[in-house]
């Protein structure tokens, strides 16, 4: 079945450093794949999404590439801020599954001063 | 602020008890939500999706009569776990489609559940 992998957490670093997280999916058909974020005490909130192969989401410093040769779709931040600790999902849905998100475990970030 | 709100946030209960979360959609109307579950270290599983006026689709599984899902309004969904078990400790988030917005997915803020 339909399935993310994303590195286990959690994952501490010291402010303004380069991030990380891993995520591959496996998948039958052609997903689009996303990456949620969870702060303390919040909901999950879209933080970037790509819909096809060699697209990459950007959003608040965030960038993924959608890598269909390496099913991979990892989150990067070139320089990290103390807010933004929190939890981060890597997830897919396929086409026609309205809405229905496959996870990764989550990978919970955590960056000091 | 939130556009999805999920109630309780946190709930202690006793084993054999039921217990009942609150999904509801503040700004926009849902004719579908989908509840998930988290078990330490493993990923958001997809429950079951909830529809409006008529009856949940569950997950292969998920026991339809241990979780009782009602989409009663096109507001609120909610999800009654019932007879609990320590087994069912976990946590329970909902989602909710905005149809016309590129079908944008709200989610709430998600419950911890612990029965003891």
């Known amino acids: 079945g339909d399935s993310v992998t994303q590195m286990e957490g959690p994952v501490t670093l010291s402010e303004e450093a380069f991030l990380t997280i891993n995520c591959t999916y496996t998948?039958?058909?052609?997903?689009?794949l996303f990456w949620y974020v969870q702060y303390p005490g919040e909901g999950l909130q879209l933080l970037l999404k790509?819909?096809?192969?060699?697209d990459k989401g950007s959003n608040k410093g965030f960038e993924a590439t959608y890598r269909k040769e390496t099913t991979s779709f990892h989150l990067e931040k070139g320089s990290v801020q103390v807010s933004d600790s929190a939890v981060y999902f890597c997830?897919?849905?396929?086409?026609?599954?309205?809405?229905?998100?496959?996870f990764g475990t989550g990978t919970r970030l955590q960056v000091t001063l | 602020g939130a556009v999805v709100s999920q109630h309780p946030s946190w709930v202690i209960c006793k084993s054999g008890t039921s217990v009942k979360i609150e999904c509801r959609s503040l700004?926009?109307?849902?004719?579908?939500m989908f509840w998930y579950r988290q078990f330490p270290k493993q990923s958001l599983m997809l429950m079951a999706t909830?529809?409006?006026?008529?009856?949940?689709?569950?997950e292969q599984g998920v026991e339809k009569d241990k979780f009782l899902i009602n989409h009663a309004s096109l507001t609120l969904s909610t999800l009654t776990v019932t007879s609990a078990h320590p087994e069912d400790s976990s946590f329970y988030i909902c989602?909710?489609?905005?149809?016309?917005?590129?079908?944008?997915?709200?989610f709430g803020e998600g419950s911890w559940l612990t029965v003891v």
């Open positions: 989602s909710a489609p905005e149809q016309g917005s590129g079908n944008t997915i709200y």
């Open positions: 998948a039958t058909g052609y997903p689009s």
């Open positions: 790509a819909t096809k192969a060699d």
């Open positions: 997830a897919l849905t396929l086409t026609g599954t309205a809405s229905k998100l496959t």
């Open positions: 700004d926009f109307q849902a004719t579908t």
């Open positions: 909830s529809n409006e006026g008529s009856k949940a689709t569950y």
